[in-house]
């Protein structure tokens, strides 16, 4: 049984972007909220529209890019001193050993409290590729969810998220027909996609997004794309559409 959920993109910008924020999005989700990435803008997005560390029940972590992750050691450090409490952090399992040894350790090791682990500043809950889990709190089902792989910057672990089996969430990811075209056979009917109008060989190219088949074209919703050029009207999207920061769309 499908089950109904909301979902804003807190920016739809990359990296640099000051003025649409970094790709990362917020799930309500049987009016529990949840975020997918926690960038370095995460924070100032959600106060910006009157929300924050309270209101948050769990992140799910991507990538480590700092525009994707930048906000843990916020999230660890208001939760441990200021709300104390700690977040839901779902983690893919290949960051095991490297998202508190290689990133986060730096900031928020501190031996004297006996902070010495990434569990000591959230409920972490490591998951396989593949194997279910559920953006859920409390006694709510919540939203069932499962990541995959893809490719973003080579040799570089990063994933993708497909939710309640129908909906894919590429976060960033350069452009793979291939995956795309599978997904829709298995029943994916809405895409969340990565891109990018300029160049850039580690993002889906809004150029190879229009060489999708016309069927994922009019499915596909663009994220992280910063803003449109003056020169693409939005009616030469080729069916594809523009997600905007701070909107709430149901699914
Ligand atoms: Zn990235």
């Known amino acids: ?14 990296g640099f972007c000051k003025s649409t924020y970094h790709n990362n999005a917020l799930i309500d989700a049987q009016g529990r909220l949840f975020l997918i990435d926690c960038g370095a803008m995460a924070w100032q997005s959600l106060h910006e529209i ?4 309270e209101d948050i029940e769990g992140i799910f972590i991507t990538h480590l890019h700092y525009d994707h992750c930048g906000g843990l050691d916020e999230a660890a450090l208001y939760g441990a001193y200021a709300a104390g409490r700690k977040l839901k952090l779902w983690l893919p399992s290949p960051l095991n050993g490297v998202i508190w040894e290689k990133y986060l350790s730096g900031t928020l090791e501190n031996k004297v409290e006996g902070r010495v682990s ?26 069932t969810a499962r990541w995959l792989q893809t490719l973003h910057v080579p040799a570089k672990f990063s994933c993708s998220l497909i939710m309640d089996n129908r909906f894919f969430y590429s976060s960033d990811m350069q452009a793979d027909t291939g995956l795309l075209c599978s997904l829709l056979d298995q029943g994916i009917d809405t895409f969340y996609h990565d891109s990018s109008f300029t160049y850039n060989p580690v993002h889906a190219g809004f150029e190879e997004l229009c060489r999708y088949p016309e069927e ?19 009616h030469e999207l080729q069916g594809m559409k523009l997600l905007r920061q701070h909107e709430w769309l149901a699914w």
Do not use: C
């Open 50 to 53: 009157g929300l924050g560390f």
């Open 118 to 143: 990434l569990e000591d500043y959230f409920d972490v809950h490591w998951v396989e590729e593949g194997e279910s889990f559920s953006f859920s709190a409390g006694s709510s089902a919540g939203l």
């Open 1 to 14: 049984m499908t089950q109904p959920f909301l979902m804003m993109m807190l920016g739809v910008g990359n």
């Open 216 to 234: 994922i074209r009019n499915r596909l919703y663009l994220m992280h794309y910063g803003e449109v050029p003056a020169d693409k009207p939005e």
